[in-house]
């Protein structure tokens, strides 16, 4: 018989060995939150992206949503940076935001967007950054390098878009308001201008695999900066109310939602408390559907 012996290729021809009384570094992580973005607002990134946003992106928000856009008065004097906070009940929520905002906004705006969602694994995380200028954010903890990373964004110019709820609503309904949006505008000194999304839930809502078409509504709120001696959480809670009322506002009419504001009377984004989910679902349902009084002509 003939025994024919493997024999390894020693280093350098083969793959070194590590000695085991030596401990192994931790290997550098190159997605999630450490995922770098800066190529993302290279001139000729921002170029593609600007071809995406208006040839691509436009398009197809325009077939799946035929948005209805609110409230550009609002913000027609605002200068950039500015920090757009909006609720958040779709994937379709970005691209919508991103092609209704005012040109001067629209291409030189960040994405603040999900570092375990967005930015899984190296593909996600590069066609994140360059269709929507996306920057990964840490959710599941406080994270300085992100906090770092928007505020240096903000103080050079770039508008920053973010939902404050962290994440998509899971049933239809608004989620408690975070601190991020708050916390950037007082420390970067810009305003935070608070949007309402209304529809994208219905049109690629969460875990729906297939959008249907439906209509989707924008509206952009006056923008707000923190009261003297207003600290973060509050500011998240004002801001919260602020969209909640242009939810009233487009469930109702201005005149109304303003009422009901001034009297602490406007519906929460976050639905009826401690109810079981056929209630909420219930609520929800009766909420759609259109409470504007019927305009008549005055006798």
Not at 22 to 40: F, L, N, S
């Amino acid at each position: 018989m003939s025994i024919k012996l493997r024999v390894r290729p020693r280093f350098p021809l083969g793959t070194p060995t590590w000695p085991t009384s030596v401990e192994r570094p931790p290997v550098e992580k190159t997605t999630g939150a450490a995922y770098d973005t800066a190529w993302a607002r290279t001139e000729p990134a921002r170029y593609v992206r600007g071809f995406l946003i208006e040839l691509v992106m436009r398009p197809t928000v325009a077939a799946l949503a035929a948005p209805e856009v609110d409230g550009l008065d609002r913000v027609g004097h605002l200068e950039p940076p500015v920090i757009f906070a909006a609720n958040h009940h779709s994937h379709l929520d970005t691209p919508l935001l991103l092609t209704s905002l005012p040109e001067r906004f629209r291409h030189r705006a960040v994405v603040a967007a999900a570092a375990d969602y967005f930015f899984e694994d190296r593909l996600r995380s590069a066609l994140s950054a360059l269709a929507m200028n996306a920057i990964p954010i840490d959710r599941s903890r406080v994270s300085r390098r992100s906090a770092d990373l928007s505020a240096e964004l903000v103080e050079d110019g770039w508008s920053l878009v973010i939902f404050p709820e962290g994440g998509r609503s899971p049933d239809g309904w608004g989620q408690e308001f975070r601190g991020g949006a708050a916390y950037l505008s007082a420390r970067c000194d810009v305003p935070v201008v608070p949007v309402h999304i209304e529809g994208t839930g219905r049109i690629l809502g969460k875990g729906m695999t297939r959008p249907r078409p439906g209509r989707a509504r924008v509206t952009f709120g006056t923008p707000l900066r923190a009261d003297d001696g207003e600290d973060t959480r509050r500011f998240a809670a004002r801001l919260e109310r602020v969209v909640a009322a242009l939810a009233d506002e487009r469930a109702t009419d201005w005149w109304m939602a303003r009422k009901r504001a001034a009297a602490g009377l406007t519906p929460a984004l976050t639905g009826p408390d401690r109810t079981g989910a056929w209630r909420r679902a219930w609520a929800l349902a009766d909420g759609r559907r259109d409470r504007r009084p019927k305009r008549t002509w005055p006798n």
